[in-house]
């Protein structure tokens, strides 16, 4: 089983930062885009940023000049910089790998919670 181990969630106020990281297994990192979902109770998981093997990013409209997403390959590591959050950011974030933007393996997630 793959394993993806997420860190860097928790509780922020509203206007604040957080950073999540995502280690991956070398062999995945190596062969596979990566980024981070998210997910609320009984709403579907949404994509919130990707980045390809070649470094090309993607973010959800709604994060889009607040959230950074990159990838450290000599840590086979994916951060997701977080700034200027907002109450509505609240949820389990899930990292994930696979191709492209596609997931074929997650973590287990790590909430974050901004509070107003």
């Known amino acids: 089983q793959v394993q993806l181990v997420e860190s860097g969630g928790g509780l922020v106020q509203a206007g604040g930062s957080l950073r999540l990281s995502c280690a991956a297994p070398?062999?995945?990192?190596?062969?596979?885009?990566m980024g981070w979902y998210r997910q609320n109770p009984g709403k579907q998981r949404e994509l919130v940023a990707g980045i390809t093997l070649t470094g090309i990013t993607k973010y959800a409209d709604s994060v889009k000049d607040r959230f950074t997403i990159s990838r450290d390959n000599s840590k086979n590591t994916v951060y997701l910089q977080m700034n200027s959050l907002k109450p509505e950011d609240t949820a389990v974030y899930y990292c994930?790998?696979?191709?492209?933007?596609?997931?074929?393996?997650w973590g287990r997630g790590t909430q974050v919670t901004v509070s107003s």
């Open positions: 070398r062999s995945i990192f190596s062969s596979n885009g």
């Open positions: 994930y790998a696979g191709p492209g933007y596609n997931p074929h393996f």
